[in-house]
């Protein structure tokens, strides 16, 4: 199974300021289709994961574009560029490039310094 | 719009069955897979498996077959998870996403094994 590893596990940050999480992964998650298959999820407090963003760097709709993504092969991050009271919650990078079974990292909790 | 809407809480005995459905909206529903997702009381999300809604062929991940069993009902575009014989270690919040990106989520239904 493809192991998902995240960095920082508690991230506190001053709103305004920016926040990466990074995510490693045991194994590329460069499918032989050519796509990266490695999502992003926000997990607020009380409420359902929601995908921010899908292979690598793609915002989902509605998802303000403070929020990016990149990375390549096995080595990923998410970027905050400037976090607000909202942001607060869990993140969670997943990976569905090597299935059954579908991982997840552990989850990085953000919070306000 | 898409929707996933889950059944409610329940608590059970252990030893007991539950069954968790999630009716989808908004989309044709055997055009994309659905997937459960299980997070036990302050800990992360594990994927359950997926069920594939056109021949209705299910993938377990490993920890969950045998007690586990996805099913579905297509006539009212909705995906069930049955687990039996419940233990105490079952109590957790059970999500079905659709689509293997899952993209999004139904609200949650809460599964409580307690004697």
């Known amino acids: 199974d493809v192991v998902m590893t995240q960095s920082p596990l508690s991230l506190p940050v001053t709103l305004g300021q920016p926040a990466s999480i990074s995510c490693r992964s045991s194994?590329?998650?460069?499918?032989?289709?050519?796509?990266?298959?490695l999502n992003w999820f926000q997990q607020r407090p009380g409420q359902s994961p929601r995908r921010l963003i899908y292979?690598?760097?793609n915002r989902d709709s509605g998802v303000p574009d403070r929020f990016s993504g990149s990375g390549s092969g096995t080595d990923f991050t998410l970027k905050i560029s400037r976090v607000e009271a909202e942001d607060v919650g869990v993140y969670y990078c997943?990976?569905?490039?090597?299935?059954?079974?579908?991982?997840f990292g552990g989850g990085t909790k953000v919070e306000i310094k | 719009q898409v929707q996933l809407v889950q059944s409610g809480s329940e608590l059970k005995k252990p030893g007991a069955s539950v069954k968790v459905s999630c009716k989808a909206s908004g989309y044709t529903f055997t055009s994309l897979v659905i997937n459960w997702v299980r997070q036990a009381p302050g800990q992360g999300l594990e994927w359950m498996g997926w069920?594939?809604?056109?021949?209705?062929?299910?993938t377990y991940a490993q920890g969950f077959t045998g007690r586990f069993v996805f099913s579905l009902d297509t006539s009212v575009s909705t995906a069930y998870l049955q687990i039996s014989s419940l233990k105490a270690e079952d109590t957790a919040v059970y999500y079905c996403?659709?689509?293997?990106?899952?993209?999004?989520w139904g609200q949650g239904t809460l599964v409580t094994v307690s004697s």
């Open positions: 292979r690598v760097s």
């Open positions: 996403a659709r689509e293997y990106g899952l993209d999004y």
């Open positions: 997943m990976q569905v490039t090597h299935w059954p079974p579908v991982t």
């Open positions: 069920i594939n809604t056109n021949t209705g062929n299910p």
């Open positions: 194994q590329s998650l460069v499918h032989s289709d050519g796509s990266t298959y």
